[in-house]
């Protein structure tokens, strides 16, 4: 793993060209998070297909955040490493892989892969939600403690998050 100043080398690519940065319009799962300590917030965007077998799989994933470096190169390597990915092998993705998958995150910037992790748990449950499915109980209690969050966030910096989702959509040519 070699390091240039703070961040990997894989840390800078993601961040400076996010191949999976966008919104799906119509998408099967929405998942919103966001970090009550440094502000960032992240939307995730799934689109969902049925494999051969019948099970679910995540044809493709898109992302939107507002945050540091660190953030926006989480949630893209997390888009692009769950795409073709069922839903059950999608919700094994945890901060650890998303942090190996950049070569390592600096230990302040740890709660970044954290966010992305949550974005995904989010939007499978929104997916699950939404059609009916079985929620699994470890998703479950993920959720509610993300919502948990979400509540102090938005007590905290009332309207702030949607004041951001506008911003991020005046800010989408960008990439």
Avoid at 23 to 45: A, Q, S
Avoid at 57 to 72: H, N, P, R, S
Avoid at 131 to 147: S, V
Wanted: hydrophobic share 35%.
């Amino acid at each position: 793993m070699k390091k240039s100043n703070f961040y990997s080398k894989k840390v800078m690519e993601n961040f400076r060209n996010p191949k999976n940065y966008g919104e799906i319009k119509n998408p099967d799962g929405v998942g919103k998070v966001g970090n009550i300590y440094c502000g960032d917030v992240m939307w995730l965007y799934l689109k969902v297909g049925k494999k051969q077998g019948g099970q679910d799989y995540i044809k493709d994933a898109k992302f939107q955040t507002y945050g540091c470096l660190a953030a926006v190169a989480s949630s893209n390597v997390l888009a692009q490493s769950i795409k073709n990915k069922t839903i059950d092998q999608a919700l094994k993705t945890d901060r650890q892989k998303i942090v190996r998958e950049l070569d390592g995150l600096p230990p302040l910037k740890i709660h970044c892969s954290v966010l992305a992790a949550d974005a995904l748990y989010e939007a499978i449950y929104d997916y699950l939600l939404k059609n009916k499915k079985k929620i699994p109980d470890n998703l479950l209690k993920k959720h509610l403690a993300i919502e948990k969050e979400k509540k102090e966030i938005e007590k905290r910096y009332k309207g702030w998050t949607e004041m951001e989702k506008k911003s991020l959509k005046n800010e989408k040519n960008k990439f």
